[in-house]
Structure formats: structure tokens, C-alpha cells
């Protein structure tokens, strides 16, 4: 019987940039697998090519060399679009900036990337309903962003990344623009959504307190990972 395949999997993956004529290589070899149903933090100082591995694990873009695999799926022999829907159905990503649209209600942010994946109006706002209630905001469905607090509008983009139902969700700084306590408050969520709902979560954070609430920690520096505490048990 075969190993089911990881929700994420690097072997040796490079990433080199070309900047104004000369090659820039922000990860020189990183193995990593992420199991289903993970808890981990990628953590490290800038430019040691944690966000390049973050996009790289979420489809965002393509490795120069090694094999990336979602789902167990080689992403370099997908085209666009087949990157695309594995993006779309298999990956959830939160942003430090939240990325909500200023102008549409907090559910018609929620129900965005069901839009891409041609789901009836009616579906999208059921589901996006649901989403934003299982972040604990059914009483803000129709508040636009500028009516939100911040730690508000990070649940909105937690709730916008799991109402495609995500085997996992990446999230990049998701406590950056957060003062402490509510920062702790998004943490507390992000690990009861994975406990609870078996989410594989993979976040990226300089703050060591940040971290230290995941069951594993990758540190990474200069492109190679130099220390990871290995898989949650």
C-alpha cells in the first residue's frame, strides 16, 4: 500500500531571480514536506527566502530547479490553468495587509474565490455565511472593511481562505499589522481551525512568540532551511 501524498512537498527546490542582469538565489535547495493536517511556522529574518518558499508552496510561482508537489501533483508539469484550480481548491492564503476589497460587504469578500470556480450566487453567499460564522463573525456579514477593526478584518481573510475548504492554508505575517493581544487572538483561531477541522496551516513570522505556537518550526536563512523541529506528532 502506498503512502498517501504529502499536502506539500519540496525536494531541492532552487528559486533564482535575475535582477538588473545578475542571478539572485533565494532558495538554494530546500527539502520540506508539510503533512495533512499540520501545524508549522517558516520563520526567519528578511531575505532569507521564506515568503519566495511561501509562494512557491501556494502556486504562486514556479521553482528554478528540484519538484514541488501539491497534493502529490509535480507542479511544473501542470499548465496555468490546471495551477490555477489546484490553487483555487487546494490552497487558502491569508495576507499581512488582509487584501479585502474596500468597497463589498465582508461576505462578498468571503465568497470572492468561489466566484473563480463558477458557483451560483446563492451557494457563494451560504457558504461565505458559514465561513465568516465559524470565525465568529455572522453579526459583521454585511460591514464593509473601514467598519471593521483590524483583528475583524484578519477573521475575514482567514474566513475568505477556508470557504473553498482548503486542505491547506498558507498564511504570510498573519499577526503583522495586529497589536499583541489581538495578534494572539488570530493565533488562538488558526489553531482551534486546525485542531478542530484538521486544516493544515503553514505561517510565516519573524516573532518568535509567533511561532513557538506551532508544533513545528522551520527556520530558514540564506535560501536553505537550517533547522526544523520535524513533524507534529
Known sequence: MMDAPAALEAIDVTRTYTMEGVAVSA???VDLRIEE????????PSGSGKSTLMHLLGCLDRPTGGVLRVAGRNVSELSESELAELRNRRVGFVFQSFQLLARTSARDNVALPLVYRGVARGERRRRATEALTRVGLRHRLDHRPSQLSGGEQQRVAIARALVGDPRVVLADEPTGNLDTTTGHEVM???AHLNAEQGVAIVLVTHEPDIAARTRRQIHIRDGLIELDTGASS
Open 188 to 190: 488562538d483561531l488558526l
Open 37 to 44: 493536517g499540520e501545524f508549522a511556522s517558516i520563520v526567519g
Open 27 to 29: 532558495l538554494r535547495g
